[in-house]
């Protein structure tokens, strides 16, 4: 018998003496102290001393002119504020209907921001569309986990009155971050689905100011770590592919800039910042890393820039007469994007190649926020049908038997420890995944 399957028959054999379920925390445990503190008194935000950076905006206000209403969730957002000339139409508005990639899409759709009336959309592979509601308004900036059927968004607690990070985990949607006295926001999960990096915001008393820094939230465990603690507002944090570092915007007097915390020693750089050029919501697409920033310092229109290695470069559908943001890069130069091409933000999908409007999704609202989950990446399906369960752990376990008619149909979703090698503890972390679930 070759040293090799003997090795696998031994190793299959230590699974299922170590392949034992992690008890769950209850998420009532960590339900903080603090005090909420929502000191809105007065009937006109101080621009000068809050910039606001509620969602992964297209544009930012001039904040000389752009008027704010007191509020805490009816503040005008940066694609509202009339910054940037929204066109009616475009020229090359004649171009074919997209079809995305096989896979599920996430976006939100507001008419206004200040009416609290965004609704989050879950698009599924057979083209069904849901809507993600519950006990909350205001729902968006949605993104998955390490799986479809898992994904986290922010949207206003009804009883609580504050932004709350949620859950969706096989349909079940919990808070997360529950009456916790904080503005929790901007959600991003991390590669390996165990953390969930977000903006926290407070008031700050003697700064009279809210102040907002990145935590981050053990999805076990229920508690949250708290990432920076400082004067200046971090914002739209997302992880590295690698999940070391962490991307977000810095703004320092009303301007962002994109920086990245190296989670082991805890000290950030300036990846970009341009003097006078607004720079914001950071995402990581494979090795490169996408963001928006303004054209210049005196055109605000959007713009998605790719940073590769030290070569940054602007996206060939760019444009000084109207905005392109929310980048949610799906593989390769693939990618889905909102822009103000055709009037409102809608919905527009890159192929690598040509833009094409997402027609089936957009509407007369403002259509931003998108993430995306490729059918091929459900991790455990290792027969390709686009769901994790019994069969996946069966397929897997004949094929490390060295079993003759045992096909991985896509390795890599089996790779559940992440190191590119298929062994007895990734079917220890699918056994115990399919016995939580």
Known sequence: MGISLLKRIMS????????????MVSAAEKVSDDIFYDDFSGLVLDTD??????????????????GFVADYAKITPFHESGDSPQYESYPDNGRADAELPKGWLLWHSYKNYSDLDSKLFLRTPDGTVETVSDDFIHAMNGCF??????????????????WDIYLSDHGEIT???????????????????????????????????????????DVKAMTVTMLTDDTSEEAMPCFSEDGKYIYFARYTNGIGSICRLDLSTKTSETVFGENGVNAYYPIVGGDKLYF???CSADNHCDTIICCDGGKITSLPFDSEMFDCSDACPIGGKKMVFSSTMNGGYDLYYYDGSRVSPLTELNSDKNELGADFFAFDSV???VNADGEFNIADLVMFQKWLLASPDAKLENWQNADLCMDSVLDVFDLCLMRRELVER
């Open 12 to 23: 299959l054999a230590a699974a299922f003496f170590v392949a034992l379920p992690v008890p």
């Open 49 to 66: 001393k809050w910039l606001i950076a509620e969602k992964n905006w297209g544009g930012t206000p001039d904040f000389e002119q752009t």
């Open 145 to 162: 986990g390490r799986s479809p059927e898992q994904f986290a968004f922010m949207a206003i607690d009804k009883d609580a009155d504050e």
């Open 175 to 217: 808070n997360i971050t529950p009456n916790s006295g904080f503005r929790n926001e901007d959600p991003k999960f991390s590669p390996d689905g165990k953390t969930i990096v977000f903006k926290r915001g407070h008031r700050d008393t003697n700064a009279n100011d809210f102040v907002y820094d990145l935590a981050l939230l």
């Open 292 to 294: 928006t920033k303004w």
């Open 379 to 381: 991790m455990g399906d």
